[in-house]
């Protein structure tokens, strides 16, 4: 597992299956492209089940004018961001920096949980694992 404690706005370098790859720090505009895509599941998810309940057109544009207009919250985002499909899109977002050609699928290749919580920390700019001590804790002074 990567040293993360210095790694705050900082690259850092992972494997993902065979490939090493390199993380960036999350900009403004990955958190921009994950609301988008955030937005654009909660459409799909719609229109799913306007499609299986057969509903009509007009209920169809009604309801997509409703999902469009819905706001994305401070709850939203922190919610997203813990799901493993946010974790997933975000991881993603951060490889695109310096691999550009990569797809979202290669994220799969993350198998195991603390891989991805590695991952997500060090793109979110905490720079430490929860699991870490606070700097300076068992020093004497």
């Given at each position: 597992?990567?040293?993360?404690?210095?790694?705050?706005g900082q690259p850092i370098t992972m494997k993902?299956?065979?490939?090493?790859?390199?993380?960036?720090?999350?900009?403004?505009?990955?958190?921009?492209?994950?609301?988008?895509?955030?937005?654009?599941?909660?459409?799909?998810?719609f229109l799913e089940v306007a499609k299986e309940h057969k509903m009509e057109k007009v209920d169809v544009h009604e309801g997509i004018t409703r999902i469009l207009s819905i706001p994305f919250s401070g709850n939203d985002f922190s919610s997203e961001m813990s799901s493993t499909t946010g974790i997933r899109f975000l991881i993603w977002r951060s490889i695109k920096h310096k691999n550009p050609e990569i797809k979202l699928q290669a994220v799969d290749d993350l198998s195991e949980i603390d891989e991805m919580m590695v991952a997500l920390t060090a793109i979110s700019g905490l720079g430490r694992l929860p699991s870490d001590p606070p700097?300076?804790?068992g020093k004497k002074e």
């Open positions: 597992m990567p040293d993360l404690t210095k790694s705050t993902i299956g065979k490939k090493e790859v390199v993380l960036s720090p999350i900009t403004m505009g990955d958190l921009a492209a994950f609301e988008s895509h955030c937005k654009s599941n909660r459409l799909n998810a700097e300076g804790a």
